[in-house]
Nanobody, 125 residues
Framework: QVQLVESGGGLVQAGGSLRVSCAAS????????MAWFRQAPGNEREFVAG????????SYADSVKGRFTISRDNAKNTVYLQMNSLKAEDTAVYYC??????????????????WGQGTQVTVSS
């Protein structure tokens, strides 16, 4: 079993930066593809970024390409999402997710077995 705990959310002005983190418990972190999803009020949960188990492949939603960077540190059982040039439309609860498919950073939430509780990111315009 894997437990995921997000941290680092908060309030930031448009154009600013924020880094959210997700710490995993359990001994299988380095076998999991990890991803970030987000959900704004009234919207469905959407894929933001993903990284394969060894960090070799990343994928991003078009809306965040060039602004967000996903990375992981398997020694620390942690995955990060660095968010730059933030916009008001980035406001959402950000969720960390883990998938047992270690070689594919899928954008479909149904492919992910483990989820954190989420951390709120609010971008003021």
């Amino acid at each position: 079993q894997v437990q995921l705990v997000e941290s680092g959310g908060g309030l930031v002005q448009a154009g600013g930066s924020l880094r959210v983190s997700c710490a995993a418990s359990g001994r299988t972190f380095n076998t999991l593809t990890m991803a970030w999803f987000r959900q704004a009020p009234g919207n469905e949960r959407e894929f933001v970024a993903g990284v394969t188990s060894n960090g070799g492949r990343t994928s991003y939603a078009d809306s965040v390409k060039g602004r967000f960077t996903i990375s992981r540190d398997n020694a620390k059982n942690t995955v990060y999402l660095q968010m730059n040039s933030l916009k008001a439309e980035d406001t959402a609860v950000y969720y960390c997710a883990g998938s047992a498919n270690r070689y594919l950073a899928s954008s479909y939430s149904t492919n992910y077995n483990y989820w954190g509780q989420g951390t709120q990111v609010t971008v003021s315009s």
